[in-house]
């Protein structure tokens, strides 16, 4: 094959890809379900057959692969990924929460009559990171999504406090 072909082949092949991807709805990847990592872009052919940008396979042959494949749009992966490092609240010493309180500047320290809550501001991964929370004289610690806001931080630590007391 001569270098005029495969230029031939790869711009056609782009056309293709290029095309596609103003078909679809929004934005699709193979994601491994059991790490909730992605594998791959997805694209849609031209007839219509959705493949991995990685292998040109689709769900169906890379199912047989991996069956734990599945595909799905990139928030939804986001989230799959996401929640899988998500923490609960766990209880911590104080000298934890001086030391992450004064490891890094803290992200989002707030104070209110119900309690205190600051966030690392190096992510764990993604836009999730370490958040802890000084209610009532008792030190917590969770990992979540960084945009939680102070009001639901407490509240949710004080269930999971409740929930402690119920078992």
Same mark, same amino acid.
């Given at each position: 094959?001569?270098?005029?072909?495969?230029?031939?082949?790869?711009?056609?092949?782009? =056309?293709? $890809?290029?095309?596609?991807?103003?078909?679809?709805?929004?934005? !699709?990847?193979?994601?491994?379900?059991?790490?909730? =990592?992605?594998?791959?872009?997805?694209?849609? !052919? =031209?007839?219509?057959?959705?493949?991995?940008l990685?292998?040109?396979?689709?769900?169906?042959? !890379?199912?047989?692969?991996?069956?734990?494949?599945?595909?799905?749009?990139?928030?939804?992966a986001?989230?799959?990924?996401?929640?899988?490092?998500?923490?609960p $609240?766990?209880?911590?010493?104080?000298?934890? $929460?001086?030391?992450?309180?004064?490891?890094?500047?803290? !992200?989002?320290?707030?104070?209110?009559?119900?309690?205190?809550t600051?966030?690392?501001?190096?992510?764990?991964s993604?836009?999730?990171?370490?958040i802890?929370?000084?209610?009532?004289?008792?030190?917590?610690?969770?990992?979540?999504?960084?945009? =939680?806001?102070?009001?639901?931080?407490?509240?949710?630590?004080?269930?999971?406090?409740?929930?402690?007391?119920?078992?």
């Amino acid at each position: 094959m001569n270098t005029q072909n495969v230029n031939t082949a790869a711009s056609e092949a782009s =056309k293709t $890809w290029v095309k596609s991807r103003k078909k679809q709805a929004g934005e !699709l990847v193979f994601v491994r379900v059991d790490t909730g =990592k992605v594998f791959s872009q997805a694209i849609t !052919l =031209k007839d219509g057959s959705i493949v991995s940008l990685f292998s040109f396979e689709t769900l169906d042959e !890379l199912q047989m692969q991996y069956g734990d494949m599945a595909l799905m749009t990139e928030s939804e992966a986001d989230a799959l990924f996401c929640t899988r490092i998500f923490r609960p $609240w766990e209880e911590i010493t104080e000298d934890r $929460w001086l030391d992450q309180l004064t490891v890094l500047p803290p !992200l989002d320290w707030c104070s209110s009559s119900a309690g205190e809550t600051f966030k690392c501001s190096e992510m764990h991964s993604g836009r999730v990171t370490h958040i802890f929370a000084h209610i009532r004289g008792r030190y917590f610690e969770c990992r979540d999504y960084a945009s =939680k806001k102070h009001a639901d931080l407490i509240l949710s630590a004080v269930l999971a406090m409740a929930a402690e007391h119920t078992h």
